[in-house]
């Protein structure tokens, strides 16, 4: 067992009267990888911008590494080693490719000069975006802005990797190449934490799955344990997560 990498302290957060953390106390440790799923709404990315320092909890405290970093913001996170990826791909559509990646090698990762290209070349190759490196990010289909989204995160050099839905409206034989990608970015001792509605892709990865509802942790095991205990099924009543199907098959989106 690894030491404690991430631990939440009994974090809360609200906007206004609707509350998405409610006091919860989470410790990710080095090499863990961690699955959260949950209904729509029900916080999960709010949860990670706390994590990674572009939203503020409301009371709690966030630790990486041993030392408190609430007062740290999303880039000060980030070259410690929180690196993570946004539902909505934030990349710099005027740039290539490989210069959105440079950038994040440089800013994130703190490489300048020829590290910093040859970690950004490396990563190319890693999520298969080596052909389109002088591509400008514009003109990428949804598949290589989710695999570019991961790039930039990689090229972070993050010890912790944070996943928000990169799988989202990728087909299977897309979704088996995503956890090929981020299986090898674990067997480099990387910790992932993993938001996905797409569960099968989690449980080709993930040791641990939390569900995450009405501000609280519901359910937290093995995947299999989690998606048949009884309240996360009620939970996911009607919203084709597919809770019922066994980890490694067809689960729902």
Known sequence: MGAPLL????????????????SLSLTVRTGDALGIVGPNGAGKSSLFSVISGDLAPNSGEVRFDGRPVNALGAAARCRLGIGRTYQVPRSFEH??????????????????????AELAAAVLEQTGLRVEANRPAARLGLLQRKRLELARAI???????????????????????????????????????????????????????????????????????????????????????????????????
């Open 95 to 116: 740039m290539t490719v490989f210069e959105n990646v440079l950038v994040a090698a440089g800013r994130g990762g703190g490489l300048a000069g020829r590290p910093a």
């Open 155 to 253: 090229a972070t050099r993050p010890r912790l990797l944070m996943l928000d839905e990169v799988a989202a409206g990728l087909t299977d034989p897309e979704v088996r190449q995503l956890i090929e990608v981020v299986n090898g970015v674990r067997r480099e001792g990387v910790a992932v934490i993993w938001v996905e509605h797409v569960v099968r892709a989690l449980v080709g990865v993930v040791d641990r799955l939390i569900c995450l509802a009405g501000g609280r942790f519901i359910g937290d095991g093995s995947p299999a344990e989690v998606l048949a205990s009884p309240e996360v099924k009620e939970v996911f009543l009607g919203t084709g997560y597919g809770v019922g199907d066994t980890p490694g098959g067809g689960a729902g989106r």
């Open 7 to 22: 631990e939440l302290d009994r974090v809360s957060k609200r906007f206004g009267s609707v509350v998405v953390a409610e």
